[in-house]
T-cell receptor, first 114, second 112 residues
Framework: DAGVIQSPRHEVTEMGQEVTLRCKPISGHDYLFWYRQTMMRGLELLIYFNNNVPIDDSGMPEDRFSAKMPNASFSTLKIQPSEPRDSAVYFC????????????FGSGTRLTVV | KQEVTQIPAALSVPEGENLVLNCSFTDSAIYNLQWFRQDPGKGLTSLLLIQSSQREQTSGRLNASLDKSSGRSTLYIAASQPGDSATYLCAVRAQGAQKLVFGQGTRLTINP
């Protein structure tokens, strides 16, 4: 398996622009998570899906953030409009829901908003 | 609310030493605990997963222990090598929850 695949690896955008981050989970995994990592706050959960349905979006910082999972093999995290304080590394992870299994993370997208 | 703490925040040791990284969590009602490694600018690589019913897991030179009742886990690295230099993160999955709660990590440097 190729693991969790995220794109792009790096994104530099100007303040006010729309940014879309993409994630392909491991085939067969029924949970997908979006995390954000910053120096100040560490790793924070933004939202997670179960069988393509959003379950908990309480970590989404503002209405500027939205996430979708149109099918089992694809998810997007969109920021519109972007702001400099959104600069961070965004990780996608997937898992089987059974408690015996751990989580597999993608390589992340480093977002810089200037 | 589950909180995870890792001490120390940074550790520098000479090559060849055995070392222990610490992780503590406030709520002992967990399903499992996972240790990750993160290299600079990279993603998270899973090292070990310990279920709540287990006391330890081993993989090569790594050994992770879990004392759920006291809310503690340790990651033991034997015969450290410069290639072990990275940030080590622990994360717990609380009972009844799906998400992982992470500690802030320990940045480990192994000096040749």
């Amino acid at each position: 398996d190729a693991g969790v695949i995220q794109s792009p690896r790096h994104e530099v955008t100007e303040m006010g622009q729309e940014v879309t981050l993409r994630c392909k989970p491991i085939s067969g995994h029924d949970y997908l998570f979006w995390y954000r990592q910053t120096m100040m706050r560490g790793l924070e959960l933004l939202i997670y899906f179960n069988n393509n349905v959003p379950i908990d979006d309480s970590g989404m910082p503002e209405d500027r953030f939205s996430a979708k999972m149109p099918n089992a093999s694809f998810s997007t995290l969109k920021i519109q409009p972007s702001e400099p304080r959104d600069s961070a590394v965004y990780f996608c992870a997937s898992s089987l829901g059974r408690i015996l299994y751990g989580y597999t993370f993608g390589s992340g997208t480093r977002l810089t908003v200037v | 609310k589950q909180e995870v703490t890792q001490i120390p925040a940074a550790l520098s040791v000479p090559e060849g030493e055995n070392l222990v990284l610490n992780c503590s969590f406030t709520d002992s009602a967990i399903y499992n605990l996972q240790w990750f490694r993160q290299d600079p600018g990279k993603g998270l690589t899973s090292l070990l997963l310990i279920q709540s019913s287990q006391r330890e897991q081993t993989s090569g030179r790594l050994n992770a222990s879990l004392d759920k009742s006291s809310g503690r886990s340790t990651l033991y690295i034997a015969a450290s090598q410069p290639g072990d230099s990275a940030t080590y993160l622990c994360a717990v999955r609380a009972q009844g929850a799906q998400k992982l709660v992470f500690g802030q990590g320990t940045r480990l440097t192994i000096n040749p």
